[in-house]
């Protein structure tokens, strides 16, 4: 167990950017709440799952909604924890810790306020170790546990508790209730016991986002390679370097899609790199040859300082490296595929790990 | 004919242009009360053109007086903020993200009530009056007449802010409101900071555009002014005194309009050298680059769109080291006609440097013609290192673009720069700031969400552009030559109704009396 304070917090936001591969929500409005949550009420625990019992029961905690949408209706705060006491409440039994379920942007912080306003410890894991754009993409779905009973709760005071068949059914329900509510909802589901989480969750996740966070950070002082350091501390690959010279954008069944198109300069001058995203970074592809796909993990990084940059944030003229991670091994099965691989998200394609690739 | 007047840290520079001519200009120091800087400016323009102030047309002005005060922390007076969004929006109450020493000179208080909208539409809870007279007579008792009122999704519906004001009005009369609608976009800690930040200046602003006014006063000119603004267009001097917080970017954007104009380049690179530091920015169609990340003025987040400039630690002024190897960060800065070698002073400075490498004529060339020529050359190669690098940083694509340099110390840059197609310096480059500010054009700026299940997209676009040109034109923009300058679109993830968010930003002439 160690203590989260406010500059761990701060570098988590930072590293969860990374993490997010271009999704995920600003982190910023997250960590404001975790930040003012700790000043409020004392430093928060983070645990391995190790120092838990197996049978203790923990309960992830989130936000939904448009990222738009959370930067201006911001939470009442009230409401998360609501959600995360009716899932405790439906079940009947202690609740000893929450999560993240989302180390990539946003919801790497929010459980922060969680566990700082109730006093209770978070847990280092999370449900993707990365960003993706629907409720049933998580390696809890791959290990067979159920994203209900799942408790969404708006400012007002309403909460919504649901069962369901399966997690795309809960998706697609959540997402309705979602728009009800504003937009946005307050989210706590994907109850688990620590001894499913050992091998159902990501572990180590939450540090590895602190550490990629305190790299970015003191590369801004060091003068080093911000890129390089970045690159060192998720265990990633350089994959392009370039200049974005095109982005196009399109709205599919409410999610944002677009492409980039990425020049090359130093050693990659001359080739031509296509970013795809759906909310998030899906497929690299260099001269028309996929060369990382998505579940593995793809950030595109502000040349100069390490900075990772969000999809709506790719601007023409930006300079930009890109780099791949390799995604949680749950990914990697055939069920993992199938809920996230290149063609769920409509790209006819294998998926190829990016060490077989780039190693 | 049009005077433009840039109103700097340092220097009041002041320019007389007929058309596209510029016939005088000058160059004096600020003085702290503002308006004395610019009576001398104004005086050394007319004597050096037998100008008859009748044929003036209009004044413009630039001024980094409000940021300087902002990032000062001077002049700002106690502000009260109301948000309207109960019960959303607790967790994360006004100014959460402001600096302590910023929160304390401002003497910042918050009062949250209920209102708010949805980004459909719908009420968050229903407007309270009774609420808002409440928070109204304890501001009034606190003794505070600077207000900011905000309201989440206000960008998509501006009546609930539009009737906190009214009600607060009632109870102060002369209380200084900003509604957050009025400034900023969406994104509520952001549009709510501008709109403190505004409202903590207010007090500041009327003085301040009053001085200017007795100023063209004192020397007899009738003309309208304006002042200019962000993106380099102008607003009238009554509502820049109403939106200081509108002149945050003003500088740097008058600096790059001011190169383009004196170019005649649309898309190109601009290095505006100072005493102090170095400014590179992009031109595109003849408007600066706007940064995408969100901007911090005073260490707060703002959502302005403010021009995307890379400033680096090299001017006139700046420290040489005594093997030549370091330029800068240090400066002398304005008393560098006190401390530099030419001017007879004991420092060596960078304007030294290219003085005795034959770059220009300034000062007493005598006073470094013992200079090392080992020291110079190594300098020289120190400088030429950082305009390479900055300039590599910022470029868009391999391909050579055309670089002007502006400012100053551009008498810096004689060497050739990698990726340049061609180094232009314009005649009157001293003062592309005031000329920027002479130049300004009126725009209008429409940015809000659209439910493409309503309308088509070409139904939404042509509303937005519409929009945007009416605003313009209510803001004193010729219709005739207003022009859509900039539209972006952001397609919103997870909404229903394939919701859009569009803005559009419309630019046109001054309007001619």
């Given at each position: 167990m160690r203590l989260l304070n406010e500059r761990n917090i701060e570098d988590i936001a930072l590293g969860a950017a990374v993490l997010g591969t271009g999704g995920g929500g600003d982190p910023y409005i997250g960590m404001l709440m975790a930040r003012q949550a700790i000043r409020d009420y004392g430093a928060v625990e983070l645990y391995t799952l190790d120092e838990l019992d197996d049978d203790d029961l923990i309960v992830p905690t989130a936000m939904m909604g448009a990222p738009t949408v959370m930067v201006e209706k911001m939470p009442n705060g009230d409401d998360i924890i609501n959600a995360f006491k009716s899932v405790g409440k439906y079940i009947g039994k202690p609740i000893r810790a929450t999560m993240s379920i989302e180390a990539g942007g946003l919801n790497s912080v929010v459980p922060i306020y969680v566990a700082a306003r109730l006093r209770i410890p978070l847990v280092d894991c999370d449900g993707m170790g990365r960003a993706f754009p629907e409720l049933q993409m998580v390696t809890h779905t791959i290990a067979g546990i159920g994203a209900t009973p799942m408790a969404m709760s708006d400012e007002r005071g309403n909460t919504v508790l649901m069962e369901t068949i399966s997690n795309h059914w809960t998706e697609r329900f959540a997402r309705s209730v979602t728009v009800d509510m504003g937009a946005m909802a307050m989210i706590a589901l994907y109850a688990a016991t620590v001894g499913q989480l050992k091998t159902a969750a990501v572990l180590g996740t939450i540090s590895q986002a602190e550490r990629i966070g305190q790299t970015i950070r003191s590369a801004r002082v060091t003068e080093e390679d911000p890129v390089n350091t970045v690159r060192e501390a998720v265990g990633g690959y350089l994959i392009f370097k370039g200049k974005i010279a095109d982005v196009q954008r399109r709205t599919e069944g409410g999610f944002a899609r677009g492409d980039a198109f990425i020049t090359g300069i130093d050693d990659y001058a001359g080739q031509q790199l296509q970013m795809s995203f759906q909310n998030e970074n899906l497929i690299a592809s260099i001269d028309g040859a996929p060369v990382v796909t998505v579940p593995d993990l793809i950030a595109t990084l502000d040349i100069d300082t390490g900075e990772p940059i969000t999809t709506e944030g790719l601007r023409y003229g930006f300079r930009v490296a890109i780099i791949a991670m390799p995604c949680a091994p749950q990914w990697r099965t055939p069920v993992g595929i199938a809920l996230v691989g290149p063609r769920y998200f409509g790209y006819d394609m294998d998926y190829v790990p990016v060490e077989e690739r780039c190693g | 004919m049009r005077i433009g007047i840039d109103v700097g840290g340092t220097n009041t520079d002041a320019v007389l242009m007929d058309g596209m001519s510029v016939l005088a200009f000058t160059k004096t120091p600020t003085t702290p009360n503002v308006s004395d800087g610019i009576v001398t400016a104004l005086k050394q323009l007319i004597a050096a053109?037998?100008?008859?102030?009748?044929?003036?047309?209009?004044?413009?002005?630039?001024?980094?007086?409000?940021?300087?005060?902002v990032v000062e922390r001077k002049h700002l007076q106690p502000t009260a903020v109301i948000r309207l969004g109960l019960p959303a929006t607790v967790c994360l109450p006004p100014m959460v993200d402001f600096p302590d020493d910023l929160r304390a000179a401002i003497n910042g208080r918050y009062f949250l009530a209920h209102g708010g909208h949805e980004f459909d539409g719908r009420e968050i809870s229903p407007f309270a009056p009774d609420e808002i007279r409440r928070i109204a007579s304890e501001i009034k008792a606190a003794g505070i007449t600077a207000i900011a009122i905000s309201s989440v999704f206000?960008?998509?519906?501006?009546?609930?802010?539009?009737?906190?004001?009214?009600?607060?009005?009632?109870?102060?009369?002369?209380?200084?409101?900003?509604?957050?609608?009025t400034i900023g976009r969406i994104g509520l800690l952001e549009r709510e900071n501008a709109a403190i930040l505004n409202a903590c200046l207010r007090d500041l602003a009327l003085r301040t555009v009053a001085g200017f006014k007795s100023a063209l006063a004192e020397m007899q000119i009738a003309a309208p002014f304006y002042i200019s603004q962000n993106d380099g267009t102008l607003m009238s001097a009554d509502f820049a005194s109403d939106y200081p917080v509108l002149t945050f970017a003003s500088g740097p954007t008058n600096s790059m309009r001011g190169a383009a104009f004196l170019s005649g380049l649309k898309d190109a690179i601009v290095i505006d050298v100072g005493g102090t530091t170095t400014d590179v920015g992009i031109l595109q169609r003849g408007f600066p680059r706007v940064a995408a990340l969100a901007v911090q003025i005073g260490g707060v987040r703002t959502n302005f769109r403010m021009p995307d400039t890379l400033s680096i630690g090299l001017g006139g002024g700046s420290l040489v080291s005594a093997d030549g190897h370091r330029v800068g960060p240090q400066s002398v800065g304005y008393e560098i006609t006190r401390k530099a070698l030419v001017f007879g002073g004991d420092t060596l400075t960078a304007t030294d440097i290219a003085v005795a490498a034959g770059y220009a004529e300034v000062g007493d060339t005598s006073k470094v013609a013992g200079l090392d020529a080992a020291l110079v050359s190594a300098a020289q190669d120190r400088i030429e290192e950082l305009i390479n690098n900055a300039?590599?940083?910022?470029?868009?694509?391999?391909?050579?673009?055309p670089v002007i340099a502006v400012g100053g110390g551009s008498i810096l840059l004689k060497r050739p720069i990698v990726g340049a197609s061609e180094v232009v310096m314009p005649p009157h480059f001293a003062v592309a700031n005031a000329i920027g500010a002479a130049i300004a054009q009126i725009g209008g700026e429409t940015d809000r969400i659209f439910s493409l299940a309503e309308m088509s997209r070409d139904q939404a676009l042509a509303t937005a552009k519409s929009e945007a040109i009416d605003k313009a034109v209510a803001a004193g923009a010729d219709r005739d030559t207003v022009e859509i300058v900039e539209v972006e679109e952001v397609p919103l993830a997870y909404l229903p109704g394939n919701a859009t968010r569009i803005m559009v930003k419309a630019v046109g002439d001054l309007k001619e009396a």
């Amino acid at each position: 167990m160690r203590l989260l304070n406010e500059r761990n917090i701060e570098d988590i936001a930072l590293g969860a950017a990374v993490l997010g591969t271009g999704g995920g929500g600003d982190p910023y409005i997250g960590m404001l709440m975790a930040r003012q949550a700790i000043r409020d009420y004392g430093a928060v625990e983070l645990y391995t799952l190790d120092e838990l019992d197996d049978d203790d029961l923990i309960v992830p905690t989130a936000m939904m909604g448009a990222p738009t949408v959370m930067v201006e209706k911001m939470p009442n705060g009230d409401d998360i924890i609501n959600a995360f006491k009716s899932v405790g409440k439906y079940i009947g039994k202690p609740i000893r810790a929450t999560m993240s379920i989302e180390a990539g942007g946003l919801n790497s912080v929010v459980p922060i306020y969680v566990a700082a306003r109730l006093r209770i410890p978070l847990v280092d894991c999370d449900g993707m170790g990365r960003a993706f754009p629907e409720l049933q993409m998580v390696t809890h779905t791959i290990a067979g546990i159920g994203a209900t009973p799942m408790a969404m709760s708006d400012e007002r005071g309403n909460t919504v508790l649901m069962e369901t068949i399966s997690n795309h059914w809960t998706e697609r329900f959540a997402r309705s209730v979602t728009v009800d509510m504003g937009a946005m909802a307050m989210i706590a589901l994907y109850a688990a016991t620590v001894g499913q989480l050992k091998t159902a969750a990501v572990l180590g996740t939450i540090s590895q986002a602190e550490r990629i966070g305190q790299t970015i950070r003191s590369a801004r002082v060091t003068e080093e390679d911000p890129v390089n350091t970045v690159r060192e501390a998720v265990g990633g690959y350089l994959i392009f370097k370039g200049k974005i010279a095109d982005v196009q954008r399109r709205t599919e069944g409410g999610f944002a899609r677009g492409d980039a198109f990425i020049t090359g300069i130093d050693d990659y001058a001359g080739q031509q790199l296509q970013m795809s995203f759906q909310n998030e970074n899906l497929i690299a592809s260099i001269d028309g040859a996929p060369v990382v796909t998505v579940p593995d993990l793809i950030a595109t990084l502000d040349i100069d300082t390490g900075e990772p940059i969000t999809t709506e944030g790719l601007r023409y003229g930006f300079r930009v490296a890109i780099i791949a991670m390799p995604c949680a091994p749950q990914w990697r099965t055939p069920v993992g595929i199938a809920l996230v691989g290149p063609r769920y998200f409509g790209y006819d394609m294998d998926y190829v790990p990016v060490e077989e690739r780039c190693g | 004919m049009r005077i433009g007047i840039d109103v700097g840290g340092t220097n009041t520079d002041a320019v007389l242009m007929d058309g596209m001519s510029v016939l005088a200009f000058t160059k004096t120091p600020t003085t702290p009360n503002v308006s004395d800087g610019i009576v001398t400016a104004l005086k050394q323009l007319i004597a050096a053109s037998n100008l008859d102030v009748s044929k003036i047309d209009g004044v413009m002005i630039g001024t980094t007086h409000f940021t300087n005060a902002v990032v000062e922390r001077k002049h700002l007076q106690p502000t009260a903020v109301i948000r309207l969004g109960l019960p959303a929006t607790v967790c994360l109450p006004p100014m959460v993200d402001f600096p302590d020493d910023l929160r304390a000179a401002i003497n910042g208080r918050y009062f949250l009530a209920h209102g708010g909208h949805e980004f459909d539409g719908r009420e968050i809870s229903p407007f309270a009056p009774d609420e808002i007279r409440r928070i109204a007579s304890e501001i009034k008792a606190a003794g505070i007449t600077a207000i900011a009122i905000s309201s989440v999704f206000s960008p998509v519906n501006t009546s609930f802010e539009a009737q906190s004001a009214a009600i607060v009005r009632e109870t102060i009369p002369d209380a200084n409101i900003t509604l957050s609608s009025t400034i900023g976009r969406i994104g509520l800690l952001e549009r709510e900071n501008a709109a403190i930040l505004n409202a903590c200046l207010r007090d500041l602003a009327l003085r301040t555009v009053a001085g200017f006014k007795s100023a063209l006063a004192e020397m007899q000119i009738a003309a309208p002014f304006y002042i200019s603004q962000n993106d380099g267009t102008l607003m009238s001097a009554d509502f820049a005194s109403d939106y200081p917080v509108l002149t945050f970017a003003s500088g740097p954007t008058n600096s790059m309009r001011g190169a383009a104009f004196l170019s005649g380049l649309k898309d190109a690179i601009v290095i505006d050298v100072g005493g102090t530091t170095t400014d590179v920015g992009i031109l595109q169609r003849g408007f600066p680059r706007v940064a995408a990340l969100a901007v911090q003025i005073g260490g707060v987040r703002t959502n302005f769109r403010m021009p995307d400039t890379l400033s680096i630690g090299l001017g006139g002024g700046s420290l040489v080291s005594a093997d030549g190897h370091r330029v800068g960060p240090q400066s002398v800065g304005y008393e560098i006609t006190r401390k530099a070698l030419v001017f007879g002073g004991d420092t060596l400075t960078a304007t030294d440097i290219a003085v005795a490498a034959g770059y220009a004529e300034v000062g007493d060339t005598s006073k470094v013609a013992g200079l090392d020529a080992a020291l110079v050359s190594a300098a020289q190669d120190r400088i030429e290192e950082l305009i390479n690098n900055a300039v590599d940083r910022m470029k868009t694509s391999a391909a050579p673009m055309p670089v002007i340099a502006v400012g100053g110390g551009s008498i810096l840059l004689k060497r050739p720069i990698v990726g340049a197609s061609e180094v232009v310096m314009p005649p009157h480059f001293a003062v592309a700031n005031a000329i920027g500010a002479a130049i300004a054009q009126i725009g209008g700026e429409t940015d809000r969400i659209f439910s493409l299940a309503e309308m088509s997209r070409d139904q939404a676009l042509a509303t937005a552009k519409s929009e945007a040109i009416d605003k313009a034109v209510a803001a004193g923009a010729d219709r005739d030559t207003v022009e859509i300058v900039e539209v972006e679109e952001v397609p919103l993830a997870y909404l229903p109704g394939n919701a859009t968010r569009i803005m559009v930003k419309a630019v046109g002439d001054l309007k001619e009396a």
